[in-house]
């Protein structure tokens, strides 16, 4: 189990099997940086083409297709005094005759008090002048490179993952992806100090990252869209548009989860559900849109508990 500290000096504006900058084992940890979604560097400087830039790929050595990735988020610390975001709603998230209404959509820049932990604009907007907003750290694009050596532009999101922008992916969840090509190339990106559900301004605040993430390996255990968990749930994505559609990946991928792990069949699996289930939303910019099916583990620690007393 190795840590190793990785400076990038190249970034992809795609996912896919593109030469990997340094080669890990399973339990190795990776402390690196990225840039904004912008191309700008931790000094605020375009040092590469915009639109959520990646750093990696990581090689993880033993990955092969039909394997599962296990990625712990360690750590996320925004290194940059200054974010920016966009400061008006997408045109498809408002009713299509509200659109026109819509203003201009500049960017603001926000101050980032490490210290405090918050953000403040740096211009206030009239009736925000006391915003102080705390730091909630994540990542908006990660993932592993798609299926059939595709290259896919980091603006969307699919069953590899990608551009999923949910609030969910900070320090201290665990990730887990499907594995398409051999040692996964695993991409991480795009990081926000904070950020509402569903992007909907089209930005969180976009800032350059130090990123500490642990690597793991499930052989032969295939999922089919990404996976991930937390101190309070586990939760499942489904990347696709329309919205009906992400809600149906997720949800069918959660099922899917509990008839392996849980041993529930369909119909323990739809009633859990019926009754518990909890749905967040990613983005609702991009391309593809996300839908986080989410399942509290104090459920299935009660289901758990109750089945092995009936046992005894």
């Known amino acids: 189990m190795a840590r190793h500290e990785f400076t990038p000096d190249r970034y992809y504006t795609t996912m896919g099997p593109h030469p990997p900058v340094l080669r890990i084992a399973p339990g190795d940890t990776v402390v690196t940086t990225t840039v904004d979604s912008l191309g700008c560097d931790v000094n605020g400087t375009p040092v590469t083409p915009k639109f959520n830039p990646m750093t990696g790929p ?18 996320l610390t925004p290194n940059r005094p200054t974010g920016i975001s966009s400061s008006v709603l997408a045109p498809n998230v408002v009713d299509p005759e509200f659109v026109r209404q819509l203003p201009e959509r500049p960017l603001v ?13 740096q211009v206030p907007i009239p009736g925000l002048e006391a915003l102080r907003l705390p730091l909630e750290p994540m990542l908006g694009c990660f993932g592993v490179a798609p299926a059939h050596g595709q290259s896919i532009a980091t603006i969307t999101s699919a069953e590899y993952g990608g551009n999923m922008d949910y609030r969910g992916f900070c320090a201290g969840a665990t990730v887990y992806f499907p594995v398409f090509e051999p040692g996964a190339l695993l991409f991480v990106g795009d990081g926000h ?45 489904g990347n696709a548009r329309p919205l009906d559609q992400a809600l149906q990946h997720a949800t069918t991928e959660m099922v899917r989860w509990l008839e392996r792990d849980w041993k529930l069949d369909v119909v323990a699996a739809s009633t859990l559900l019926g009754m518990c289930v909890e749905y967040d939303i990613g983005n609702v910019f991009d391309p593809a849109y996300t839908v986080i099916c989410k399942l509290p583990k104090r459920v299935l620690a009660n289901m758990v508990s109750a089945r092995t007393k009936g046992e005894d």
């Open 109 to 121: 820049v926000w101050d980032i008090d490490p210290v405090r932990g918050e953000a403040s604009l």
């Open 193 to 237: 100090a904070i950020q509402g559900d569903g992007e909907i301004t089209g930005t969180g605040i976009e800032i350059t990252f130090e990123v500490e993430f642990t690597v793991d390996l499930r052989k032969g255990e295939q999922i089919g869209w990404p996976r991930g968990e937390n101190e309070e749930y586990i939760f499942t994505a």
């Open 58 to 75: 990581f090689f993880v050595e033993g990955a092969e297709p039909g394997d599962t990735l296990v990625v712990h988020l360690d750590r």
